[in-house]
C-alpha cells in the first residue's frame, strides 16, 4: 500500500510495504540528476522496474509488460524542476495533472482533504498515514524547485514516451 502527494512543490511519499500480513519498510521516491523526481504506487517491484525504465530513457518499445496486466500495473508520477506533473498508467503515455495539488494511492482522500486545508504534501502523508491503515511508516519527499506551470513541458513530455 502506498501513498503519494504532491502540492505543486513537494513529492511526498509514505514507506510502508505489506506482503500478505507483513509490513516492511520500502523507499517508492527517488530524484534524478536534472532534478526531475519520481514516485511509484502499486507492487513495490514492479514500480522499482517501471522508476528503472523511466530512469533509463522511458523508451516506448520496453514499456514493462507487467503495465498492461489489471493486477500488476502500477503508476508513476514524476515531477518537473519547473512545477509541471505527470502520471503513467497503464499505458505509456504521461498524463498531465493540472490540478494544484493530487493524491494516489491507499489514503488519497485524506491526503487531499489535508492539503486543501492547506496542508505540505509532507503533512498530506502524515495525516494519512495517521488515519488510513494502508499507509505509514515515515515518509521521503523530495522539494522540486521553481515551481510552474507551462504548456511546453507538457509537450515535451509526451514526446518522450
Known amino acids: 500500500m502506498t501513498v503519494i502527494a504532491w502540492d505543486g512543490n513537494i513529492l511526498a511519499a509514505d ?13 517508492k521516491i527517488e530524484e534524478l540528476p536534472d ?3 519520481m514516485a511509484i504506487v502499486g507492487r513495490t517491484g514492479n514500480g522499482l522496474a ?6 533509463e ?29 505527470v502520471e ?14 493530487m493524491a494516489w494511492g491507499c489514503g488519497k482522500e485524506a491526503a487531499l ?18 488515519w488510513i491503515s494502508g499507509c505509514g511508516r515515515g515518509l521521503d519527499y523530495r522539494v522540486v ?3 510552474y506551470r ?3 513541458e507538457v509537450i515535451d513530455a509526451k514526446k518522450k514516451c
Not at 50 to 55: A, K, N, Q, S
Open 88 to 101: 503513467y498508467e497503464q499505458v505509456c503515455e504521461p498524463m498531465p495533472v493540472y490540478d494544484s495539488f
Open 57 to 85: 530513457g522511458g523508451d516506448a518499445e520496453k514499456w514493462p509488460a507487467f503495465q498492461e496486466d489489471k493486477d500488476g500495473w502500477v503508476r508513476l508520477i514524476v515531477a518537473f524542476p519547473d512545477g509541471l506533473c
Open 35 to 37: 532534478g526531475r523526481v
Open 15 to 27: 514507506r510502508l510495504n505489506m506482503s500478505g500480513d507483513t509490513l516492511s519498510t520500502s523507499v
Open 145 to 147: 524547485k521553481n515551481p
Open 50 to 55: 517501471l522508476m528503472r525504465w523511466y530512469r
Open 113 to 130: 482533504g489535508a492539503m486543501e486545508m492547506g496542508a505540505t504534501a509532507i503533512r498530506a502523508i502524515e495525516v494519512a498515514s495517521k
Open 150 to 152: 507551462c504548456a511546453k
